[in-house]
């Protein structure tokens, strides 16, 4: 989706002094998607979302859609980061459509088949009833976010986003390159925020709430952090990190003095209003500080659970579902004791299959990006080196 499967990190030509890596990133991805694979645990075990229960340590996992925010940022982040290098030029629309979608869609497909074999012979989805013929249909187009049907998996909304934005990364780019940085987010953030205020009120723009508008400008954001791998020494050298925390600071505290209830009922303009924070922090990342939390996201186990984060996204619902009601409902009380019990077996669980299935529909479409070198590898033939990013 997604930042999830945008590990497109080509090595940056930059002074001597700067990172020849992007050090972090994959960590990132890492614990964004168990954070998402989490806050699924703690909805089935904390009844009565969107209001928090249970101890405060916990708490904080009813707020498992900041993470997607995280991803949408992070994508915008990785797909500028070549772009960037090249004064904003796409290097071909074809080309890039063709690496996205190969990118994107083998794995989607055999999670979506997954999905579907646990929803009609296991358990489907929690407050949906089992998939339809126009679920396979509706989500197999990634049109979910347009028409309604029986859902087979909770994360499968955000892919269908991550690709119409997929759609517009192009303009984005001419824009950026044409009129700059400053008027390329504040176009987008106004257009978004007209939809914002408008959809209360008017019913046929809340319809597009369904589209998560306000991504686009998250995706928009990231991009545009993107330069800083081709900025000029002094703004390189900016304190990102804590430009980063005194813009999520506000945030952070409106939603702990409103509580969950409000911040979920406010997503939209929540969302919006840490983006600069992501952004910020990806910056930050980037140039590599602070370089305690850049060593950590370093660290082999989130590289290792960064490099299969899309398959842990894609296929982790199904499993924790399944795991709650055939192990954990009835035999566990509801709040700390079923949610450690289902963490403690849905968690590992879902590690396991998704380091499994990516080995087999992710990591080969990364590593050969077209059909005649992922055939010549599977027939053990000698196969074109695989292209560089």
Same mark, same amino acid.
């Given at each position: 989706?997604?930042?999830?499967?945008?590990?497109?990190?080509?090595?940056?030509?930059?002074?001597?002094?700067?990172?020849?890596?992007?050090?972090?990133?994959?960590?990132?991805?890492?614990?964004?998607?168990?954070?998402?694979?989490?806050?699924?645990?703690?909805?089935? %075990?904390?009844?009565?979302?969107?209001?928090?229960?249970?101890?405060?340590?916990?708490?904080?996992?009813?707020?498992?859609?900041?993470?997607?925010?995280?991803?949408?940022?992070?994508?915008?982040?990785?797909?500028? !980061?070549?772009?960037?290098?090249?004064?904003?030029?796409?290097?071909?629309?074809?080309?890039?459509?063709?690496?996205?979608?190969?990118?994107?869609?083998? @794995?989607?497909?055999?999670?979506?088949?997954?999905?579907?074999?646990?929803?009609?012979?296991? !358990?489907?989805?929690?407050?949906?009833?089992?998939?339809?013929?126009?679920? *396979?249909?509706?989500?197999?187009?990634?049109?979910?976010?347009?028409?309604?049907?029986?859902?087979?998996?909770?994360?499968?909304?955000?892919?269908?986003?991550?690709?119409?934005?997929?759609?517009?990364?192009?303009?984005?780019? !001419?824009?950026?390159?044409?009129?700059?940085?400053?008027?390329?987010?504040?176009? !987008?953030?106004?257009?978004?925020?007209? *939809?914002?205020?408008?959809?209360?009120?008017?019913?046929?723009?809340?319809?597009?709430?369904?589209?998560?508008?306000?991504?686009?400008?998250?995706?928009?954001?990231?991009?545009?952090?993107?330069?800083?791998?081709?900025?000029?020494?002094?703004?390189?050298?900016?304190?990102?990190?804590?430009?980063?925390?005194?813009? %999520?600071? @506000?945030?952070? %505290?409106?939603?702990? *003095?409103?509580?969950?209830?409000?911040?979920?009922?406010?997503?939209?303009?929540?969302?919006?209003?840490?983006?600069?924070?992501?952004?910020?922090?990806?910056?930050?990342?980037?140039?590599?500080?602070?370089? @305690?939390?850049?060593?950590?996201?370093?660290?082999?186990?989130?590289?290792?659970?960064?490099?299969?984060?899309?398959?842990?996204?894609?296929?982790?619902?199904?499993?924790?579902?399944?795991?709650?009601?055939?192990?954990?409902?009835?035999?566990?009380?509801?709040?700390?004791?079923?949610?450690?019990?289902?963490?403690? *077996?849905?968690?590992?669980?879902?590690?396991?299959?998704?380091?499994?299935?990516?080995?087999?529909?992710?990591?080969?479409?990364?590593?050969?990006?077209?059909?005649?070198?992922?055939?010549?590898?599977?027939?053990?033939?000698?196969?074109?080196?695989?292209?560089?990013?």
């Amino acid at each position: 989706m997604t930042a999830l499967a945008s590990s497109e990190e080509p090595t940056v030509v930059q002074p001597a002094v700067r990172r020849p890596r992007l050090v972090g990133l994959d960590g990132i991805r890492g614990v964004a998607a168990l954070c998402v694979m989490l806050h699924h645990c703690w909805l089935l %075990a904390f009844p009565g979302y969107p209001a928090t229960h249970g101890p405060l340590y916990l708490a904080w996992l009813i707020y498992g859609h900041l993470a997607v925010v995280v991803f949408i940022t992070l994508s915008g982040f990785s797909l500028g !980061v070549a772009p960037a290098r090249r004064d904003w030029q796409l290097g071909g629309a074809k080309r890039f459509a063709h690496r996205r979608a190969w990118r994107i869609l083998p @794995p989607y497909w055999a999670a979506l088949v997954f999905s579907l074999i646990i929803a009609w012979t296991i !358990v489907p989805q929690p407050e949906t009833p089992p998939p339809t013929g126009k679920s *396979v249909l509706i989500f197999g187009l990634l049109l979910q976010d347009v028409f309604g049907s029986p859902s087979p998996n909770g994360a499968f909304w955000s892919i269908a986003i991550e690709a119409q934005l997929y759609i517009v990364f192009p303009l984005l780019l !001419v824009l950026l390159r044409r009129a700059g940085a400053v008027v390329l987010l504040t176009a !987008v953030t106004l257009v978004v925020a007209t *939809v914002g205020v408008l959809a209360p009120r008017v019913s046929v723009v809340d319809m597009l709430m369904r589209f998560t508008p306000e991504f686009a400008v998250l995706f928009t954001l990231g991009l545009i952090a993107a330069a800083v791998l081709r900025a000029s020494d002094r703004v390189y050298r900016l304190p990102y990190q804590w430009l980063a925390l005194l813009a %999520a600071a @506000p945030v952070v %505290a409106l939603m702990v *003095v409103n509580g969950s209830v409000w911040t979920i009922t406010h997503y939209f303009w929540i969302d919006m209003a840490l983006g600069p924070a992501v952004a910020l922090l990806l910056a930050a990342v980037a140039t590599a500080r602070p370089r @305690p939390l850049v060593r950590f996201l370093d660290t082999r186990p989130l590289r290792s659970l960064g490099s299969f984060s899309y398959s842990l996204y894609l296929t982790h619902a199904p499993i924790v579902v399944a795991v709650y009601f055939k192990l954990i409902d009835g035999r566990f009380a509801s709040g700390q004791p079923a949610f450690w019990a289902l963490a403690g *077996v849905a968690a590992p669980l879902s590690i396991a299959f998704a380091w499994s299935f990516s080995r087999f529909f992710e990591l080969p479409f990364q590593r050969y990006r077209d059909w005649p070198s992922l055939r010549a590898a599977l027939l053990r033939r000698p196969a074109p080196e695989p292209a560089t990013p």
